[in-house]
Each structure stands twice: as C-alpha cells, then as structure tokens.
C-alpha cells in the first residue's frame, strides 16, 4: 500500500472534517472533530499548543490498529495521549490524537504470585495501585500525579516519581509490551536472548526484519551504547539505546520506555509489582538555602532512603489556602527543606525506624547550612506534608508577587554529586537573565523542578527563554547531567539534544527513529528532527487575540490583573482536576461521573483559553461549544480550593454567561431559579396555595415551564418565614458578649426557617444579642451562579451599603447556609470591583463584610472560646458543604463537635450533587444523582439509625432527603436541641396596619 509520509509534506488539503469523517467511517472507536473536541485537547501540561485535525477515544484494540490504517491511507501523523500532564509538548500534535484514558483503560490481569500485572495504557496509576494493594503490592514509579496520570503516559516519558531512589523508574519495572507500529506491525518485545533473536530474524516477516536492524544497530555501535548512554539512573534523555546492549539481554521493551509515543503505540504492558516496605518513616530536615540542601544530599544516602525530595521556601511563600498553610507553617524554621523517608524491611525491623530516624537527623545536623529537623510519626500529618510536595507543579506556576510562571527547563538531572554546584550555578544563570523561579524535586537522584517567570507575551521575553534554555542545556551538559530526568524531551528539549550528545548520539537516534517509523508518523518533531524549542507557544506575541466585546466585565479578577485570558491561562494542565476520587477533594463533581475531558475544569479552561484566542473557538462570549461544556459545571468551587493553581471555574462560568446572555433570551431556569428570594418572597404570601400547586398533578407541567427537572420534587415553602417570626419574638439571654448579625439567607428563612431559628438559640446562649438585617437582604449567590452579574452587583451594593452601621461597629456576621457565606466572603468583592469602575466605597464595603463574615463554629471559637456547648454523646457523619469547602473548610466545626463529644466522621464524598439550581435544572438531573452516589448518599443509607447525619447546605440536605430515608440535620440544630429546654416566649402579632417582614418591598431584585 502507498503511503504519505506526514512528517515529510502530508497529504494536501485535509481538513478536521474531512479527517474525523475518514476515521468515523474506518470504525475507530468514538470520533470527533468538532472545534470544542480540538481546543480541548490543543495542550497538554506544558508551554505548547498544537490544535489537532481529530481525537479519537479507542474502545478496543481494532480501534486502535483502524485508526493508524486510516491515517497512514491520509498521511496524517498521530499522538499518542493518556492523562496528558506531560510538562514538555509531547502529548499534543496537529493530526490525530489517540486519547487511551477515557476508554481504552482495564486491567487485563493481575499474578500476585509473579508479582506481575498486564494493563492497557489509559489505565490510571492509581487504579492500578489499588487493585494491587488488595495483594500487600504496588507498582514502584510514583511520580506525583500518581491520581490522574495513566501508565502508557509514564512509559512514554520514562516517569520516576518519589520513590525511584529505591523502585526505579518506569523503565526498570517495565516487563513487556504489546507495540504496533505506524505501518501496521504488531510486536510484543521484552527481554531476548541471542537464540531468540537469530529465530526472530530468520522468520523474515516485518517483526523479524524489525529485530533485525535493531540488532544490527546495536552490534555495530557497541562502544558508543557503553560510554554515551545510562551513565546515571535519571539520563532520561533521548532514546535508551543502552538497553539494546547485550549485557542488557537486548530489552526492547525498555529501550522503547521513555521514546515518547515516536516509535510504537502501546496496546498492553506488562509490568513488575512489589512489596512495599511495612513501615515507614518521614524525616523533615531544614536548611539555610536549596544549595546547602542539595550539598547535604550525598552524605544522607547512605542511609538506604525511600525517598529524598526537596522544597525551597519560595515555593511555599506561593501558598495561601488556609489548610495548605497550616501544614507549610508547621515545617522546621528553614528557608529549604528536605523530606527524607525511611522503610522497614519487614514487620521485625519496623522498631528500628525511630533509632534511624534520629541516625539520618543526626548526619544532616552536621552538615553545613542545616538548621533544624523533625520526625514525623503521625501519617495524616505525612501525608499532608507529602501533598506540598505532589501539588509543586502546579504551586509553582504563579510566582509570590503573582507573576506567570512556567516550565521549559522544569525536569534536568545530574549525578546527586554535583547537585550543589548545578544549583548554584543555575540560580546564577537565572539571575543573569533576569529570571526566577522556585525550585524543587527528587533532590537524592539529582533531578531538578523549576517553574520559571519567562514572558512569553513579548518577542523580547520569549528571546530570552531560547536563549536562557541554550544556556541551561550547556550548563547541565557541564555537569555530566541530562536534560531530562523523567518529563521527556518533547518540544522543550529535543532541539538542545545536540549539545548534550554530539553529532554521532544524534545520528544513532535517527537511525532508531528510522527503523521504528520510517514514514515519521508518530509524534513528528519530537527527540529527532526536532521543532524549535520556541515554536507553536501557547502563550506567544505572535498570535493576536479575539478582541472579547463588550469590554466591561463582571468580576474584578484582581488575582489576574482584570485580565479574563490570564485567568483562564491559571491552568497550566497539571490535570488534578481529573483524579476521580482523590480522598478529601471536591474538584471535580461532573467529571467525576462521566470521566469526560470537556467536564474537568481543565477542559473548560482550555477552552475558555481558546476562546479569547478566536483561532478555533470563533465566536467569542456567543460560543455554543463554551456555553455547552460549561453546562455541566455545577459552580461548586471545589477547584478554586483543589486546583494547585486555583483555577476558579465556578466565577468564569458566570463571567462567560452574563456576557453570553446579554440582550438575549436565557433559558427559563435563569428566570425561575436564577430569581429564586424574589420569587419565594412572593410565594411567602400564599405559601399553603404555592405548596398545595407544585404537589398537585399540575406539578409536572410547573416543573416543565419552569425548567426543572420532572424527576424532582419541589420543596416546600414553610408557612411562616424566619423574619416573621424572629421580628415578634423577643429576645433571650443576657446578650453579654455583645450583638452579632445573623445573615438570613432565602433558602432557610422560607424553605427551613427551623435552621435559622435553631442559630438564634445556640447564639444566644452562648451569650450574644442576635440581630438580623434591616429590610430583607440578600448576597446575590443566585444571580451570580446564574451569570445575572449587573443584577447580582445591584444587589450587593445594597447589601453592602445596608450593613455599613454594622461592619463599622465591629459586629460579626454569622452565616448558616454555606453557599450564601461564601458569596458574602468571596463574590461581593470581586462582583463591586468587575466593571471596571466601581465606586472605592462599595469595593472598602464589601472587603470589610467579607472580613467580618464567620461560619457558626468559627464565631463560636473566636468570639466565644469559653463557652460550653452541650455535650452530646453521639455519632455523626458530616456533609461539607463545597462553598465551605472552599472558602473556610471544616475544622472549626469538627473542633466543636470534638468539645461536643460528637464521635463525628467527616465524609470524603466531594460535592453533593444537587448543588442549588444545577441539580434541578432539566438534563442535570443523571448527572446531579450519580456524583451524590459516588460516595454521600450510599454513606447515608449506611448509616446506623442513631447516627445524626450532618449536612449544612441547604442542597445537601436536600439531596439527602430526596435521595434517602434519612433527615440531615444543620450543625445549629444538632447543638439546640441539646440546650437545656426553655419555653420560647410569646410572639407579638404584626400590627393590622404595619406589613409583616414578609409583605415588605423586596430590596433583593
């Protein structure tokens, strides 16, 4: 068969549609093409955008092998492509790209006995540790997005990770694979002896003729094999020819680790498991700088380390999330710090790990620069410790000061030796050009990560980030180091090859190239005939953006300079957002479920990107393709706590809908939900008829006008509002500790005004005077998820405006329901600040409403550490809200239900699913059900009948109770009923003249 070679010309005149039409009719599994498919996947973790002409998701391995056939037939070359992390450009392309995760991703089989187990390569790291931990078992290469990455990516980049120090790289656990080739040839390679090979030879078909020149390449380049190649364990760089060398037993299938998707397509691999020690220790060691660190690092393996892994304190000064923080401030005072891990070798020698603790401790106290240490026992606090250092690639993308920072030189290695004087040097390099950036990672095997503030925006800066690359290359070079230790080459590298291996290494590379994939059809470009290093950049003077009209904004964005571009470009892919279940995370609910690229946060991000980039995203804020794959967002704002870059997808969402919407028809759950406190004030005055309506066999049709899902039951409204009854009821308690304002938000005061009612009551035994606002307030929360920002900001003004006399007095403001809270300590701000030309006022207004805004159990803790609440015997599991997740997180609550006496269990469930109006909206209704039953609602009917069930979102209650038998039960309700009983005094009746609270005009639309 004729083919087209495509990295030498292709064939002319194909189009993405053209392209995906040939693939859909060459049964290749799910195909697509469309522009939000492309943008989605035009990068990958790195600095480089590639858009390509298709994607395709294979579901069996004829998928794969008809989807090579047809681009061979087209001349279209193909990228192979798993979680796509890779830092250096090798997991995107301009032809086809073969996603593996999504589909093509079991486990084939698993041998405990042989320690062995037989994957596909979307299979994710962590999928497989799991399945192998049930036999005492793991995988040893751990690289750090160990939750999303999959192992045809680490076998496309050789991946270490953290404990390669002992388990090697991904190379050294790699026992077979199962490759076909560009032109068709399926091969199994693994380790072969010379009887094997002189058998395979004398077949004679493509697989013999295959072995053959490899073989031959091999015999004929012997000395070079020896002396050029695997002179350290992280010489990651290039193709690992040494592999072929006899003394090496010929092992194709670890030459072809590591060769970044450019010679073969993996369909199986076989690996090696192990057992992991049964103990282990952390040593955390601090030192004056990362240099004094890194001298330290020779001496300190001698101790037999799982582990050494480095941090600089400019990488934790990046850090602001509260629960982050407390972790980084516990660190020994240092300025660097090195994480040390011991294992025990078996169960008999796990009582030695103290007394080699304290021996490692003591070899890093005479060193120079060291300035203290601790040994870490507790594995909760380890983890927290080593959760620092796996969310490095994404901490380190902003600078302190808030500038962009990027990799390009993120991953060189040199022999641990010579660690000290690299770093050193390097730091000199980065000062020389203007540059810097904080430094981490394996520092016991020499590899450095870097993330570095270049300026990409300018011709200027992107000249200085070639030549600063072409320096480091030759400063490494200098070092006997590799300038890759475990990312690949990719675009970043490969041109540099040259001045680390010379002309004959180059050739060699070629010549493998050659044999491999003569037609240059898989990843062109990459470690041979190499793109420029500073070619095809995502972020590049020389593309003009889509001028985005109109030009006022919604948000402020402050973080990101009021520039939307920039704040989508806060994803630099890292792909955390793709971990399904990453333990305590709330990132990301709907990707979740359908495991669906375009429904991570990064998949949104990308395409935002693209959209104000107007290349292939054309129509700006009007975008379909955005508006859709926004659809499933349920503006939980788990990312802007889980993401490492604090990607905000919930206030994009929003910023992408007012200017979407703007002058236009919004679908009718905007105007129905979206509106919900004006419309349940208006419900408040009839709330028996409004009730007796939506259950009557008229609901399905209210359901259907008012965009609601039919699967799902109204809730009802109470039948007395919260301010109604609080403004004739007359208060209680001594009020000694001074007035605080209880923020009474729509949802409580008319769905479950018993929630706000159970908070007056805790408030004011623990001896505060409760007020409530004037009028009848509201924060906007449903305005803004709904993208009605000149309506929300309207609102918030007066909001802000009406609670002057209180935030100038000093009074708190305690919120019960946790998405409101969230709005007043996080939206109002930015929200009075996003046109641009905000009054100074409203802005000092909202940021000191923020700042005096608490959750219940933090004003509890701040404001009134000597009470005593009632103790309550119990157990309990608990519900975070996401909102709180984000903004406040749950340890003052779990504090107080310690001081309670409550056995509580906080639920690492993520979002509850119902999310406000996401979960009723119609076509969410699937989706808002299975992220709740992924783990909360299956933790509720679990649950014994004497457990409270505890869950302070409104939505998360309401989920619970339209999904189980079970009623969840607000943290201010479980508290009250535990009070000591008191009879509640009489009510006033409204005055016959005077409007109840209820029948006042709204100051909320």
Known sequence: ???????????????????????????????????????????????????????????????????????????????????????????????VVLDFSRHFNRLLALDPQAGAATVQPGIVLDDLQKAASAHGLLFGADPSTHSRCTLGGMIGNNACGSHSLAWGRTADNVLELEVVTYRGTVVRLGEMTQREIDEAVAVGDDRGQLIASLHRLARNNLATLRTKLGRFPRQVSGYALEHLLPERRFNLARALVGSEGT???????????????????????????????????????????????????????????????????????????????????????????????????????????????????????????????????????????????????????????????????????????????????????????VRIDFDFTTEEGTAVFRAFVTDAAGLVTAHGGSLSGEHGDGQARSELLPLMYGPEVIALFEEFKEIWDPDNGLNPGMIVRPLPVDGNLRVSPHREPLPLAPPSRGFAFHADDGDFAKATRRCVGVGKCRAAAHRGDVMCPSYRVTLDEKDSTRGRARLLYEMTQGEVITDGWRSTEVRDALDLCLSCKGCSADCPVEVDMATYKSEFLYHHYRGRLRPVSHYTMGRLPRLSRLAARMPRLVNSLTASRLAPLVKRLGGIDGRREIPRFADETFLTWFRRRTPRGEGGRGPVLLWVDSFNNHFTPEVLRAGVAVLEDAGFRVQVPDGTQCCGLTWITTGQLGTARRIARRTTNALVPVVESGMPVVGLEPSCTAALKTDLPELLDGDGDGDRDDQARARALAEATLTLAELLARRAPDWQPPRIDAHSISQTHCHQHATSGFGADSELLRRMGVDNTTLASGCCGLAGNFGFERGHYDVSVAAGEQVLLPAVRSAAPDTHVLADGFSCRTQIAQRTDRTATHLAQLIARALPAATEPAATEPSATEPSATDKEPTCD
């Open 1 to 95: 068969m004729t083919t087209t070679a495509p990295g030498r010309g292709g064939r002319a005149g194909l189009d993405a549609a053209a392209v995906s039409e040939a693939l859909a009719l060459g049964d290749c599994g799910e195909v697509a093409g469309d522009a939000g498919r492309r943008a989605q996947y035009s990068a990958d973790a790195s600095n480089y955008r590639r858009v390509p002409l298709a994607v395709v998701f294979p579901r069996e391995r004829r998928h794969v092998l008809n989807t090579l056939a047809v681009c061979r037939r087209l001349g279209v070359p193909v990228t192979s492509r798993g979680a796509g992390t890779s830092t250096s450009g090798q997991a995107v392309g301009a032809g």
């Open 263 to 449: 010679l073969a397509v993996v369909l199986s691999a076989t690996v090696r498991l192990i057992s992991p020690p049964p103990a282990r220790a952390l040593v955390v060691l601090g030192f004056q700088d990362t240099g004094a660190a890194a001298d330290a690092v020779p001496a300190l393996l001698e101790h037999r380390l799982l582990a050494l892994e480095g941090l600089d304190q400019a990488l934790t000064d990046i850090v602001t999330r509260p629960r982050t923080r407390a972790a980084i401030d516990s660190l020994p005072a240092a300025r660097a710090w090195l994480f040390a891990e011991l294992g025990a070798a078996s169960d008999e020698s796990a009582d030695t790990l103290p007394l080699r603790a304290t021996e490692l401790a003591e070899t890093a106290r005479q060193t120079t620069g060291f300035t203290g240490s601790e040994i870490v026992t507790d594995p909760a606090r380890a983890r927290r410790l080593w959760r620092i250092r796996e969310d490095g690639a994404g901490l380190a993308t902003r600078t302190p000061d808030g500038a962009e920072a990027w990799p390009g030189w993120e991953d060189a290695a040199v022999p641990p030796d010579r660690l000290g004087s690299y770093l050193r040097q390097f730091t000199q390099l980065l000062t020389r050009h203007g540059l810097q950036g904080a430094v981490y990672g394996h520092f016991g095997e020499g590899c450095l990560h």
